[in-house]
């Protein structure tokens, strides 16, 4: 018998500015960049899959701000 868990993901909208937004993508490239290794080299499976579960996380992440950035009108032509 599967046990499934409900999780309900709480909508929350957090405002940077253009240098936070940079360290913020920058960390996740960071982050990125740091799982492929630690996935080649684990002999757990479950950390492998672990890993790979976080790295679809952190790419999904990196696309979706990507994505944002890319809609989002320019701080000086935003409108009020």
């Known amino acids: 018998m599967a046990i499934f868990q409900k999780v309900d993901a709480m909508s929350k909208t957090l405002k940077f500015s253009d240098a936070e ?5 920058e960390l996740l490239e960071q982050e990125r960049g740091n ?7 684990t002999d757990s499976p479950k950390v492998h899959d672990e890993l790979q579960q976080r790295l679809a996380t952190v790419s999904a ?7 944002e ?9 935003a409108t009020r």
């Open 21 to 25: 937004w940079e360290v913020v993508s």
């Open 35 to 41: 799982l492929n290794p630690e996935i080649r080299h």
């Open 61 to 67: 992440l990196l696309a979706r701000m990507k994505s």
């Open 69 to 77: 950035s890319a809609t989002a009108a320019p701080s000086c032509c």
